[in-house]
């Protein structure tokens, strides 16, 4: 029998994602375990493996590379050789393959769709006109401001598109702007910028990861009483135990870790010791999490992704350095997983090389706490107030934000007076 090529859930909570590309060729034979084709979901693109053998038949009226579809829109097919000749791909289930733009009702349960909804609307001549139009497409035209009753749709059936919106969309912005014509006899100077049409306001459609973000965000911001608490820290001794690592992997050829990965590390061990921190609301429960899970957010040219490295408290400095370095590379090419982007217990967060100081970072739910990180900074310091005697330091601030359902204020405070504290005397985790 044919098997059916879908589009997979590649996360709990992913409801669609755009068809990536495939890797064969309509036709070709496919052995089990082979790449088929990749998958965009909100943050990660996945390569998915053909879990049989077979011809691959690809719809010809199915979704196209970039085009987001449901979890379980139907791609094409697996046919055995002896199925091969009289096998024919289906014309009456067009229906299977004209969803790619509805949402689906449940992120866990069945993969129910929404359909493409009839719209009967007034012809010139005193006629209804109907038109079929997916809601994603609807709501895409509205977000873009496009009057999507005089779109010609190229979906079966004359069915409006996603990538008919997109298109007028941008034939809208293309367009000539409109000409004054100067009056014979009047200057146009500054009077005549008054008389010009305003410029319309640049609408950009959101991609999947900021609408990722924007739900994340705003449903942390809802949910969670966050205070943010914030320390000076010497980072003098860190700073030059980074520079001995630095030149070690210079002759060794092993990884340097980043400011990132020893906050990591001291992280870790600052958990281990207040497990509260490691913890989350279920419930009406507190869950104390066994592992360290450390995400470190990575700024990306598709939004802020945050990878993770798993059990970091039983990993050494240089394992952390290591996974990192791939972790982050991954994430920048967009070949990161959906495995990878989840189950964090803690989130670091680093804007010092855009020489910020200290800022507010919002927590990433269900994450107890998430420590922000700003600029390395030399400055002078008092060292001794008695003697009266001052040394140039290299200062850095911490900002700990944290939820106050979870733990209190104090709690927080000793938890991020462990890390000064490491951070200061590294030796202190180095030895554990």
Known sequence: MAFEITLPRLGWDMVEGALGSWFKQDGEFIHSGELLFSVEGDKA??????????????????????????VGTLLGYLVPQEELAGFQLPVSEQSKTQ????????????????????????????????????PYARRLAENLGVSWQTIQGSGRAGRIMAKDVEATAMQI???????????????????????????????????????????????????????T?????????????????????????????????????????????????NARIEGDEIIQLASVNVAIAVDTDRGLIVPILRDVQTKSLREIAQESAELIEKTRLGTVSYEEL?????????????????????IDLPQCAILGAGRIVPKQVVVDAEAGRVEIRHMMVLSLTFDHRLIDGAQAARFLQRLKKFVEKPYLWLVS
């Open 45 to 70: 693109v996945q390569e998915i493996e053909a879990l049989d053998s077979g011809y691959l038949r690809i719809l010809p009226n199915g979704p196209q590379p970039g085009e987001k579809v449901p």
């Open 229 to 277: 608490l914030t320390s000076e820290v010497d980072a003098t001794e860190l700073v030059s135990l980074r520079k001995a690592l630095k030149e070690d992997a210079a002759v060794s050829g092993l990884a340097v870790p980043s400011y990132n990965d020893l906050l990591a590390k001291i992280s870790a061990q600052a958990l281990l010791e207040h497990p509260l921190v």
């Open 173 to 227: 912005k293309s367009a000539a702007p409109v000409s004054v014509r100067q009056p014979a006899g009047v200057e146009l100077k500054g009077l005549a910028q008054a008389l010009l049409p305003p410029s319309p306001a640049a609408r950009l459609a959101m991609s999947p990861t900021r609408q990722k973000i924007s739900e994340h965000m705003a449903k942390s911001a809802h949910t969670t009483a966050p205070v």
């Open 342 to 362: 989840r189950g964090a217990t803690f989130t670091i967060t680093n804007l010092g090389m855009f020489d910020i100081d200290a800022f507010t970072p919002i």
């Open 99 to 134: 969803v790619s733009e509805a949402l689906l009702t449940s992120p866990v349960g069945p993969a129910s769709v929404a359909s493409p909804q009839a719209v009967d609307i007034p012809s010139g001549d005193g006629r209804r006109r109907r038109i079929y139009i997916s």
